[in-house]
């Protein structure tokens, strides 16, 4: 089951989530830029999953064309709300979106993998 998490207007919006359920939890796919824009529809997205109460909440960054700090900080947002019973996994490989990671250091916080097979088979 697919839905979109946001408006839908004759345009495709420029950035997107999309939240789908899957046996080993949610995956929050993101595409277009993360950025201020983008990072309200994250925010609200990661609370619609945690209230699903999923074994893994997956943020799928493969489709991310830019990653902002407004993005970074809904990443960590969302690994440092985990409630012991979600564990939060990032998608992301690629310079374009490891760089700002590895910059920021966050890649020693967040649980960072690089394919969405990859980050759900670590349930």
Do not use: N, Y
Request: proline letters at 7%.
């Amino acid at each position: 089951m697919s839905e979109p998490d946001g408006g839908s207007s004759g345009a495709p919006p420029p950035g997107s989530v999309r939240l789908r359920e899957v046996p080993e939890g949610v995956v929050l796919e993101v595409s277009g830029p993360l950025d201020l824009a983008l990072a309200p529809q994250l925010r609200h997205a990661i609370s619609r999953a945690e209230r699903l109460r999923p074994r893994t909440l997956v943020i799928d960054l493969t489709g991310a064309t830019f990653l902002a700090s407004a993005g970074m900080t809904e990443l960590v947002r969302a690994h440092r709300s985990a409630d012991g019973v979600t564990v939060v996994r990032i998608v992301a490989s690629g310079r374009l979106l490891m760089r700002p990671l590895e910059i920021t250091r966050l890649t020693d916080e967040l649980d960072i993998r690089s394919t969405l097979d990859a980050a759900l088979a670590a349930v």
